[in-house]
Nanobody, 118 residues
Framework: QVQLVESGGGLVHTGGSLRLSCAVF????????IHWYRQAPGMQRELVAT???????DSQPSVKGRFTISRDNAKNTVYLQMNNLKPADTAVYYCNVKGPYLNPYDYWGRGTQVTVSS
């Protein structure tokens, strides 16, 4: 049984920073990619940042230069460092891990709320 548990959300002012954590409980073999998604009220869930098995990263244009995805293998934890936060970043943030083509899986956490006040 694999569980992803997000933490680190909260209320910050515009321009502030938060670091989200995603603790991975259970064994995940040969993951393909790890992602952070977010969903604002009344909006569809959107991809925020990606970290591949090879270590490459990518993020959506609206957060480039402000958000950084990283991983601590020793702690089985994935992070999303968010700087210069804006009210448009307000959403529930979810951690997601996807398996490779030959062993597909798709695990999600329950999310953590991030609220940025103007």
């Amino acid at each position: 049984q694999v569980q992803l548990v997000e933490s680190g959300g909260g209320l910050v002012h515009t321009g502030g920073s938060l670091r989200l954590s995603c603790a991975v409980f259970g064994h995940i073999a040969d993951f393909d990619s790890i992602h952070w998604y977010r969903q604002a009220p009344g909006m569809q869930r959107e991809l925020v940042a990606t970290l591949t098995q090879r270590g490459t990263t990518d993020s959506q244009p609206s957060v480039k230069g402000r958000f950084t995805i990283s991983r601590d293998n020793a702690k089985n934890t994935v992070y999303l460092q968010m700087n210069n936060l804006k009210p448009a970043d307000t959403a529930v943030y979810y951690c997601n891990v996807k398996g490779p083509y030959l062993n597909p899986y798709d695990y999600w956490g329950r999310g953590t709320q991030v609220t940025v006040s103007s």
